[in-house]
């Protein structure tokens, strides 16, 4: 109940200008952000590559509404693959679709896009296509693979909360691609997703193995395994034990802010550790879908309101 307010409250732009200018609020969102230039998020990066972790950087904003913020979002990226190269820092790079202008047509998003990805491809840095809400999932996973035939570098999210998800790996494990799985963040109706969480970890779980498994690894499939949930951390290390995977063959990731504790101890265990670092000023909608994945985050805004 509480998820689905939250999720509610996070596409609601009234309410959003009302929260966004609470102090409070904005201390509490600063957990899960690096800052809002770029700058600081690349000395963000430089402390976790220090710990032997990796990072993908994302310039919090989606859904723009004109193609001027598309452009402004698109300049911002570059900024931003100008920094990592500059700075020599670890990190790949993520972006929304929305945030580039999608919902104005797939000709002025791609366009900025593609921009992007020739500029990636110059420094070696990959850039992965977020996954959004279920409005956009057929069209972003069409407009990926249209543009894996120029750039190699690209990288696509799958939520495993999805039916379809299974059906969409295996095409994805076929063509060799860079998938991150995830389980998936947005309020989404029991048509497109499973309504219990057992349901979701389950399918988590059949799509680790099937991004991990030997057929998919011979196509040059890497997966990103992408959770804070330590059942689903368990199963992909006893899978990849027994499947004799090689540790430069798939990674995990987390957020910013979430379980650092258990990203230093598997990058000290070994395994490619890479942390999502969101910078920027647009942190309403992110911050309130952290929220929503564990309202218990809101009782950190309460407990603070008593203190001051
Ligand atoms: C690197 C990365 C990229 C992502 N990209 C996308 C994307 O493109 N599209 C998309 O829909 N979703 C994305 N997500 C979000 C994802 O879908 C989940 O909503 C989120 O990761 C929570 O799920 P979980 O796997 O951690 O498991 P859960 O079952 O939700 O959580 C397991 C445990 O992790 C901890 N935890 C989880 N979330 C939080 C939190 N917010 N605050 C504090 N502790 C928490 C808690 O201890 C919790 O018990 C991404 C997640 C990661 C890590």
Not at 99 to 123: M, P, Q, S, Y
Not at 180 to 196: I, N, S, T
Not at 260 to 277: C, I, S, T
Request: charged share 25%; proline share 3%; aromatic share 8%.
């Amino acid at each position: 109940m509480l998820r689905s307010v939250l999720l509610w409250l996070s596409r609601n732009k009234t309410i959003r200008g009302l929260i966004t200018g609470l102090g409070l609020v904005q201390r509490a969102a600063h957990r899960f952000v690096a800052g809002e230039t770029v700058e600081e998020a690349i000395q963000a990066i430089r402390e976790l590559n220090a710990q032997g972790i990796t990072a993908t950087l994302d310039h919090l904003g989606e859904n723009v509404e004109t193609a001027e913020d598309a452009q402004r979002a698109t300049e911002d990226y570059q900024q931003a693959l100008d920094a990592i190269g500059a700075s020599g820092v670890q990190s790949h790079v993520s972006i929304k679709l929305t945030a580039l202008g999608f919902d104005l047509g797939e000709a002025v998003c791609r366009a900025n896009v593609e921009r992007l990805l020739v500029k990636a491809r110059e420094i070696g840095v990959l850039v992965t296509i977020d996954m959004e809400s279920t409005e956009y999932t057929e069209r972003t996973l069409a407009l990926f693979h249209d543009l894996r035939r120029t750039f190699k570098d690209v990288g696509i999210v799958i939520q495993s909360y999805l039916y379809r998800s299974e059906a969409d790996i295996v095409t994805l494990c076929q063509a060799g691609a860079h998938v991150r799985l995830c389980k998936g963040a947005y309020q989404e109706p029991p048509v497109h997703a499973f309504p219990k969480k057992a349901d979701v970890d389950a399918s988590y779980v059949r799509l680790m193995k099937m991004l991990l498994s030997p057929g998919a690894r011979a196509n040059q499939t890497f997966g990103a395994i992408a959770t804070h949930d330590i059942k689903m951390i368990e199963a992909t290390r006893q899978y990849a034990q027994q499947q004799l995977v090689p540790r430069d063959e798939f990674e995990f990731q987390m957020l910013h802010g979430i379980r650092r504790d258990l990203q230093k101890e598997l990058a000290a265990d070994g395994y490619g550790m890479r942390v999502y670092v969101p910078y920027g000023t647009e942190w309403y909608p992110y911050y309130m879908r952290r929220l929503a994945e564990r309202p218990a985050n809101i009782w950190f805004i309460v407990s603070n309101f008593f203190r001051h």
